[in-house]
């Protein structure tokens, strides 16, 4: 029996993974309440841990698990709980009574779940919260994470995470947010925001900022899910499908850097045999979705076709590099960034020589946003290890490893440090 226990927890795992966000979704346009309807949502998961380990997973798991959230809200209703579910809360004064309500409710079962996918990502991303409060909403929300996952995931407490998630859902409340997907130039406004998020979301799995992994790959999934997921609700922006694109290729490396101990490996150390070809096909064709709708690519879609030039590459010798530094070029246009000026000039270093790369590098120097940023120094001590600026270098990669927070890039900014100290270029 234990058995047969762990295994239905497992499928019930697996099932809320993919079942929450439209739950949430469907339940928040019914009753109006983002608390309210999540609340609802883990009673309909607790009722399927108590009954689906004897009588089995459903044939159809979510829609038992949103009529079983949908009984719950309908008998808070008829106990007369006004106070939780409002009469606005089913998109009109009920002056019929519950039992209207209650209908009401049945009908909003078979409302198109896709709008309220779209209305709950545009809620969950809103301006009006922190980004650190937008990310742990939408991976609670959307990504379906526990609290516990997600304050592991960003090494949080979890008291802390839990904090931010109630005082995200009161924010909302208080602010009188509406549960609908923005028009206009508000839509517009406020798709940077989702956008923001989901790629935040990514990059910390891609690139984890601190502890003892290089990557976190189960939130480069989060965000590649929530990112298709967008492209499908979403399909004639541009910038969306460039994100997925971005997105895709970036994940397509994910095998080929990390080594055997869990330690990093840099770009350009890669054996790109092990670069994942689907994916990569999968982020090519999103790029031509996105360069197919027309108009000026926006900076997801520059980033996705900077990333499409190393794909296509078989070395990193017969990268297009002259192409990548007009994309960089492009990329400052439209979306200026001391980042991106650090970026370009690897690209530069690549394209024209180290020289030419760490002037590009220094005039940096006195930016103040980098002043911690660890790959600033990391960067310069790379060009000029090229240049047999061993001291220097040397010098430069133990500031990098200084700065920062991840244990296994600091390690492999120690180790490089100790092969400029011997003359060694890697």
């Known amino acids: 029996m234990a058995v047969k226990v762990t295994d239905t927890h497992r499928a019930i795992d697996a099932v809320w993974r993919i079942e929450a966000p439209r739950l949430i979704a469907g339940l928040t346009r019914m009753v109006r309440d983002l608390g309210l309807a999540e609340d609802l949502a883990q009673d309909a998961l607790v009722a399927a841990l108590e009954r689906w380990p004897e009588s089995g997973v459903p044939d159809n798991p979510g829609a038992w698990l949103m009529a079983t959230a949908k009984n719950r809200a309908i008998d808070l209703l008829r106990r007369g709980k006004r106070g939780e579910i409002a009469a606005a809360t089913l998109g009109r004064e009920i002056e019929a009574g519950q039992e209207t309500a209650a209908a009401d409710l049945d009908a909003a079962i078979d409302d198109d779940v896709g709008d309220d996918l779209l209305r709950l990502v545009f809620i969950s991303c809103h301006p009006v919260l922190s980004p650190e409060a937008r990310v742990a909403l939408t991976l609670r929300l959307l990504g379906g994470l526990t609290t516990e996952e997600i304050a592991r995931a960003f ?31 508000d839509f517009t406004a406020r798709l940077s925001s989702v956008l923001e998020v989901i790629y935040l979301v990514f990059n910390e799995g891609y690139s984890a900022t601190a502890g003892d992994d290089w990557m976190r790959p189960a939130l480069c999934d989060d965000a590649l899910r929530l990112g298709r997921i967008l492209a499908e609700l979403v399909p004639g922006e541009s910038e969306i499908h460039g994100l997925v694109s971005l997105m895709e290729i ?177």
């Open 155 to 185: 090494l949080a407490p979890e008291a802390t995470i839990a904090q931010r998630i109630v005082r995200a859902k009161r924010t909302l409340t208080e602010a009188h947010v509406p549960f609908e997907v923005p028009r206009g130039a």
């Open 250 to 426: 970036q994940a397509s490396r994910s095998r080929a850097r990390v080594g055997p101990s869990g330690e990093p490996v840099l770009l350009f150390d890669q054996n790109r045999a092990r670069w994942d070809q689907l994916l990569i096909r999968r982020g090519f064709a999103a790029l031509e979705r996105a360069e197919g709708l027309g108009g000026a690519l926006g900076p997801y879609a520059l980033q996705a076709a900077i990333a499409s030039c190393h794909a296509r590459a078989r070395t990193p010798e017969e990268t297009d590099w002259l192409r990548i530094v007009r994309l960089y070029d492009a990329l400052i246009r439209v979306a200026p960034s001391p980042i991106v000026e650090l970026n370009r000039g690897v690209a530069i270093a690549m394209a024209f020589g180290p020289a030419a790369g760490l002037e590009a590098v220094d005039a940096l120097r006195s930016e103040p946003s980098l002043e911690r940023y660890h790959l600033l120094p990391s960067v310069r001590a790379d060009l000029l290890s090229k240049l047999g600026r061993f001291e220097e270098a040397r010098g430069e990669f133990e500031r990098g490893a200084s700065l920062t927070r991840n244990s296994r890039e600091r390690d492999l900014l120690l180790e490089r440090a100790a092969a400029a100290g011997r003359g060694e270029r890697r």
